[in-house]
């Protein structure tokens, strides 16, 4: 017994080394020689708990840490890459961002899709400043109650199987002053303007699709 766990932790990790080892383990080489993103493997992690384990009971999640998560990651990875990526998006990355500084509405809707095993996609790399926030120039502009949302990211974990987008991008006034660089939210085919441009060839991670994403006047409410 590893004495820097709990019990708690401990059987949470030895329940996650389970579902990779009999769930993710044998479709492993499959999801990347068919470069198909895993959904049976993703209903399964929702189903068993996995998925949104860091979202506050009060959303619906189970209010673990991150280093709960990191146990069940670490598991997955042993045996699927793309299983562990999974695990890594639900419960890290964009989703506790938005738990840590969206509004009630945003927090509810992030919640209510990771929960169900959507993979939320954050959208910050760009072809012409890469990883570089500063450098982006995707921009928001504020047109009375929406902002209207113009530009390119490239390189997005997830593009085209991803339904929740944090997206960040310059934000302008309505007199055309900058204000800094914001987060949006959107969701694939209920936004318009969310366009899915082409999918990137990768040499590893292959069930993971990584895209370009088009934002052609993508409306987004500024109260939301």
């Known amino acids: 017994m590893d004495p820097t766990l709990t019990a ?3 059987a949470l990790r030895d329940r996650a080394r389970d579902f990779a080892q009999r769930v993710a383990r044998p479709r492993a080489a499959a999801i990347d020689r068919e470069e198909q993103y895993p959904w049976d493997i993703v209903k399964a992690l929702a189903e068993a708990g996995f998925c949104g384990m860091t979202i506050p009971k009060a959303l619906g999640g189970q209010g673990r840490s991150f280093l ?3 146990l069940v990651i670490e598991e997955m990875a ?3 890459a793309v299983t562990a990526r999974i695990v890594v998006e639900s419960n890290m990355g964009a989703i506790s961002t938005v738990m840590a500084y969206g509004s009630e509405a945003q927090k509810k809707l992030a919640a209510q899709l990771v929960l169900a095993g959507d993979k939320p996609a954050i959208c910050i790399t760009e072809p012409d400043a890469g ?3 500063t450098a982006m120039t995707t921009r928001a502009d504020k047109r009375g109650d929406i902002y209207v949302i113009n530009g390119k990211k490239h390189w997005i974990t997830g593009a085209g199987v ?8 310059r934000v302008f006034d309505e007199r055309g002053e900058e204000l800094g660089i914001g987060g949006f939210l959107a969701v694939r085919d209920e936004a318009k303007g969310l366009r899915v441009a082409r999918r990137e060839q990768t040499m590893g991670l292959r069930g993971m699709p990584e895209g370009e994403l088009v934002f ?3 409306e987004i ?3 939301m």
């Open 216 to 218: 052609e006047n993508l």
């Open 68 to 70: 709960d998560a990191v």
């Open 8 to 10: 708690e932790e401990i």
């Open 162 to 169: 991803s339904r929740l987008h944090l997206i960040f991008a």
């Open 78 to 80: 042993k045996c699927c």
């Open 131 to 133: 990883s570089d926030a």
């Open 221 to 223: 409410p500024s109260h």
